[in-house]
Nanobody, 118 residues
Framework: QVQLVESGGGLVQPGGSLRLSCVASGSVYSFNAMGWYRQVPGKERELVARITKVGTTNYANYADSVKGRFTISMDSAKNTVYLQMNSLKPEDTAVYYC?????????WGQGTQVTVSS
């Protein structure tokens, strides 16, 4: 079992920045992918950014809407994944969820609200 705890959400003005953190605990010795999704009311949850582990190499991929503005990173020693969000736009407003795939099991955090508004 894996537990994911997010932090770092909040209210920010357009053009501002936030950094989200997600700490994994429990059975964290292996994973296939870890990253961030977001969801707004009435819409499906969508991928924002993800790190996929292939052998000993990590690959990052991003949604087109956040490329060049968001950066995902990982501190394996701390079992933590980060999402640095710059040049935030009102359309980035959503609940952001941390996700971890271990084998065929999906784990989700409780979500953290990000609101971009003046």
């Amino acid at each position: 079992q894996v537990q994911l705890v997010e932090s770092g959400g909040g209210l920010v003005q357009p053009g501002g920045s936030l950094r989200l953190s997600c700490v994994a605990s429990g059975s964290v010795y292996s994973f296939n992918a870890m990253g961030w999704y977001r969801q707004v009311p009435g819409k499906e949850r969508e991928l924002v950014a993800r790190i996929t582990k292939v052998g000993t190499t990590n690959y990052a991929n991003y949604a087109d809407s956040v490329k060049g503005r968001f950066t995902i990173s990982m501190d394996s020693a701390k079992n933590t994944v980060y999402l640095q969000m710059n040049s935030l736009k009102p359309e980035d407003t959503a609940v952001y969820y941390c996700h971890r795939l271990a084998g065929s099991i999906n784990y989700w955090g409780q979500g953290t609200q990000v609101t971009v508004s003046s």
